[in-house]
């Protein structure tokens, strides 16, 4: 049974409930300073015993990351298990909508699904190989895209310092919130074809949890 994650006290935009995968470990950043050093400091410890000689090296590298993730609007950041050799990422961000645009807070309030499908054609603009989609979803229509592609390490970080290409799925969600100033996109990314169909399953459960914490809008 999943656990609800708040992304409580952002620096913008509504407040945020979701409900995580099971065995889920991440990353909540609630914009206050105290708050975020406390949850770095909860997953230093949690990851600890698993990191070896680089653990006295974690609570520095999870602030680097916390502080790359807020300049992109990220709330939420984590892994967690489809398989016993298979892990996927997961990212939660709310950013803006522009108010000049057509996918802006007047065409969400005049017409969600409308809206929606203008998300969607820019981002097939971008991204023309990808099998992008409308759904529904508890907080309204969304757009679904799924694309496959590579991540490329390069030598410096890996274990055989030789460079090392990675398959990528990645599922992303674009769901505008009702009273249209703010979009949140949902990301997740697994890199084993056999687990992928698990790996949607589960982001489509958690894509369908978001909803806005009473009162924010």
């Given amino acids: 049974m999943s656990s609800p994650a708040s992304t409580d006290r952002p620096t913008e935009g509504p407040e945020l409930l979701v409900d995580v995968p099971p065995g889920f470990v991440g990353l909540p950043l609630r914009g206050s300073a105290e708050d975020n050093a406390a949850a770095i400091a909860g997953l230093a ?5 698993h990191a070896g000689d680089q653990a006295a090296e974690l609570p520095r590298h999870l602030t680097w990351l916390a502080q790359l993730l807020a300049e992109g609007s990220v709330r939420l950041y984590g892994r967690f298990a489809v398989s016993d050799t298979s892990l996927a990422e997961l990212a939660l961000a709310v950013v803006p909508l522009r108010a000049e645009d057509d996918t802006g807070p007047a065409a969400v309030r005049r017409n969600r699904h409308a809206a929606v499908e203008e998300l969607r054609r820019h981002y097939l603009e971008r991204h023309p190989g990808a099998d992008a989609r409308i759904v529904p979803l508890g907080l309204g229509p969304a757009m679904v895209a799924v694309t496959a ?27 505008p919130v009702p009273a249209g100033t703010h979009l949140i996109v949902l990301v997740v990314t697994g890199r084993d074809e056999e687990t992928w169909q698990a790996v949607l399953t589960a982001a489509m459960r958690v894509a369908n949890s978001i909803r806005l914490e009473p009162g924010t809008e």
């Fill in 45 to 49: 410890s949690d990851l600890a015993p």
């Fill in 149 to 175: 592609g590579e991540y490329r390490l390069p030598p410096q970080a890996t274990r055989t310092g030789q460079a090392t290409v990675l398959p990528q799925l990645r599922a992303e969600f674009q769901l």
